[in-house]
Nanobody, 115 residues
């Protein structure tokens, strides 16, 4: 089993910054992809960014240039730095880990951006 514990997020004004962290523990395999998804009220959960075990990041277009994802494999932790936040970034953000045949989710962290 794998556990994902998230921290960070909160309330910020438009244009501000927040950081999310997600620490993984348990039966981890060295090759996996960690990422962040978000779900706004009334909308489906969507990918925000992900990073491979080798460190290669991927961003969806709407966050490119504003968000940065990286991971510390020694700490089994993935981070998401969110800059220039917009009200439309408001959502519950979920950490995700995908292994060879497994898919795990964190409990979610609220990010609220006020205009």
């Amino acid at each position: 089993q794998v556990q994902l514990v998230e921290s960070g997020g909160g309330l910020v004004q438009a244009g501000g910054s927040l950081r999310l962290s997600c620490a993984a523990s348990g039966r981890l395999f060295s090759i996996n992809t960690m990422g962040w998804y978000r779900q706004a009220p009334g909308k489906q959960r969507e990918l925000v960014a992900r990073v491979s075990s080798g460190g290669s990041p991927y961003y969806v277009d709407v966050v490119k240039g504003r968000f940065t994802i990286w991971r510390d494999n020694g700490k089994n932790t993935v981070y998401l730095q969110m800059n220039s936040l917009k009200p439309e970034d408001t959502a519950v953000y979920y950490c995700n880990l995908v292994g060879s045949s497994s898919n795990y989710w964190g409990q979610g962290r609220q990010v609220t951006v006020s205009s």
